[in-house]
């Protein structure tokens, strides 16, 4: 009896345990594909998968609104966005136009030196545990979104239909 309790409580832990390392992992692969494959619309669809792979970390650590929007607005949306952008923009995707540039190097040591400044100020920090009840569900961030933050979340909306708008503009203005 006290045997199986022992693998009930390991399976309780190593389930979503393992699930969350297997989407971190798919998550690092993917993000990495992202900015280092030549071909934009397989960086796009590694962008989707590496999003996607995010709004599964969300659901291990139990913030299904998150990972619900994370499913909606940035693949739903902004990746056919990308999508469109370089369906627009022909020449981007020609073979012919070079991808990259000589700043390889200097890029890959930029990011190291800030990786490793963000890394040290984040392990500095002092981190202080909230406890507040989680209240909240779906449907009052509803309310509170069309209801007191009403003018923020249109204002949002209006200028991501300007920045489409734009980018169509630009996309178009070759032919």
Request: with cysteine.
């Amino acid at each position: 009896m006290k045997m199986m309790m022992n693998i009930d409580a390991i399976c309780s832990w190593l389930l979503p345990n393992m699930a969350f390392f297997i989407l971190a992992v798919i998550g690092i692969v993917c993000g990495v594909l992202v900015v280092t494959v030549r071909n934009l619309v397989h960086a796009v669809l590694f962008l989707a998968v590496f999003l996607l792979s995010v709004a599964g970390l969300f659901i291990t650590l139990n913030a299904e609104f998150l990972a619900i929007i994370q499913v909606f607005i940035f693949v739903g949306a902004i990746v056919v966005l990308f999508m469109f952008l370089i369906m627009l923009t022909y020449r981007v995707s020609d073979m012919a136009v070079p991808q990259g540039n000589k700043l390889k190097g200097v890029a890959i040591v930029t990011s190291s030196v800030l990786f490793c400044l963000i890394f040290y100020i984040l392990k500095a920090m002092k981190w202080n545990e909230v406890s507040v009840p989680i209240t909240g569900d779906i449907s009052q961030i509803g309310k509170l979104l069309l209801g007191q933050f009403v003018l923020p979340f249109e204002l949002v909306s209006f200028v991501l239909l300007v920045a489409l708008i734009g980018a169509i503009v630009i996309g178009r203005k070759g032919e």
